[in-house]
């Protein structure tokens, strides 16, 4: 629950923004200075003096497209607060000097002030260790005029306008500051993939770097990029950025090159959302030179934790939430035994066009199923409405007659025996077609092979969807849930136990083949089958029941 205090800051701010609404941002916050040094009644819950006001000021006077467009989205002061105190903490030395790259309303400049005099320093000291960058102009604005209120409020008069600059830290931070530093912040999201405006610099750093960062990497995690290749030996460094970034496949070879400079030694992990832009978060903690033997984690803010060093990001996030080690060695790959593919927005929009309610007394030939109207084992079409190209549907079938002449091709392709497997869900969800009626949108993956029941039984063993969890962690839309690509699918290792591969398919079979609805006792029967198949222990079938 929020801080009662909190909540009633947020009120007085909002109430202040809309009772100055002709006022721009920089006017409103010359406002709030003029009614502090008058130190007038009605002042907010923390004080007149209180320097974070400004910041938020500045935050809730932006528009929302604004900072869409640049992918500038504010932390929540509590949040700023914990994070900054866990980066110190892990710090081994007093910092010469506090960067924040992108300073936004100067929240982790503030937390850095306050955790440098409670290391001991004198405000003026502290004051003078600060540094901060922006590519917007009012949020440099914002960041001087509220570490000069925190100088205020600490006795000194201290003028930020040469530490706090107005450029792009890809490209404009100063050599002077390139110094041993702890670096603190939460960069901009933006990605080349959602149509938010990226400036030429941030391309060309993309692509001076564009072996390693490829073409789709965030442009906060070209921020934190830039700061691990330019900071000295011994710095440390701590951002936050997407929690795709732990597993995502088109960053796999950035943090192997993160690993090799800059070892992780901290990873805080939030299961919720923290942001007005609907993002799941982490932040990631680095030792530029360093060869740590432990990792610092923090999960939703609760006290860290010190694991043993993992090097794959995704798996340092599971053993964090306490999630079961798979343990899955296998020089074989499903891939060998299907061909797994999937549609993309091509296809997605050409059934979109295509897709009609049922109507007919017969057996349908096209059923459309979604991720959602996939079950184990079984599909909803028919028994509950699904939503497909935002519309819902009771019966969706795709009319070969309203089809392109690539969608048609499409359709045929899926009109043969296959599984669909459902992404996005908490364990991995094939169903079987075997009459070939059944047509899969995307994101379903859609798995040819011309052994069913086998390939079926291995997506079904529960230590498989363990190891694709760990795997992937952070790429989903929920935390909880399991993103595969086909190429994932693929590359999945196949079971050890040929034996007992065989008599899970075999029982797979038979049960489908009775034609009645799967029950509870022959699922955790196909699920048990499946894991000794993979040589796997209790503890995946215990998570996978406590998923399903």
Known sequence: ???????????????????????????????????????????????????????????????????????????????????????????????DLVLDPTCGGGAFLLAGLDQLVGLGL????AALRIRGMDLDDGAVHATRCSLKQWARSHGIDHNFETQILQGDALIDLPAEWNVKRLVIGNPPFATPLKGTSVASAVEKYRKVYSETLGAY???????????????????????????????????????????????????WLSTK???????????TLHSVGGSPASISVVVDNKTARELIYEAK???????????????????????????????FRDEYYGMAEACVEWSGSSECDAKLLTSGAVHLLSNSWGQKQIRFAKQKWSRPWIDPQKASAKTRKWLERQQQPKILLATQSKVLKPVI?????????????????????????ALLAPVLSLHAYRLQFGSAMSADAIKLSATQVQDLPAPLDLDAWDEA??????????????????????ARLGNAAYRAGPESLEWWLGRI
């Open 1 to 95: 629950m929020a801080d009662p205090t909190a909540r009633k800051t947020k009120a007085w701010i909002k109430a202040f923004v809309a009772n100055n609404r002709t006022l721009t941002p920089a006017e409103l916050i010359a406002r709030h200075i003029e009614l502090a040094d008058q130190d007038l009644a009605d002042p907010p819950p923390t004080g007149w003096s209180d320097p974070w006001i400004i910041g938020q000021i500045h935050e809730l006077a932006v528009s929302e497209e604004n900072r869409k467009s640049r992918g500038a989205w504010y932390t929540p002061r509590e949040l700023v607060e914990q994070l900054s105190a866990w980066a110190f903490r892990q710090c081994p030395y007093v910092p």
């Open 122 to 125: 004198g405000p003026e000291q």
């Open 217 to 267: 990497a965030d442009l906060a995690v070209l921020h934190v990029d830039s700061m691990l290749r330019n900071s000295p030996a011994g710095s440390v460094v701590m951002m936050i950025m997407p929690q795709s970034v732990l597993s995502t496949q088109h960053l796999s070879s950035w943090r192997q090159m993160v690993n090799e400079r800059a070892p992780t030694i901290g990873l």
């Open 273 to 283: 959302l923290d942001f007005a832009a609907s993002v799941r978060t982490c932040a």
């Open 313 to 343: 990001w995704s798996q340092i996030a599971c053993n964090a939430l306490g999630v079961p080690v798979a343990n899955l060695a296998s020089s074989n790959h499903l891939g060998e035994f299907c061909q797994p593919t999937a549609g």
């Open 433 to 457: 077609d075997i009459d070939g009626t059944l047509i899969g949108s995307t994101p379903l993956i859609i798995i040819e092979t011309d052994q069913l029941f086998r390939v079926a039984a």
């Open 505 to 526: 398919a075999s029982s797979l079979e038979q049960i489908t083949m009775d034609g009645n609805p799967i029950t509870t006792p022959q699922l955790l029967s196909l």
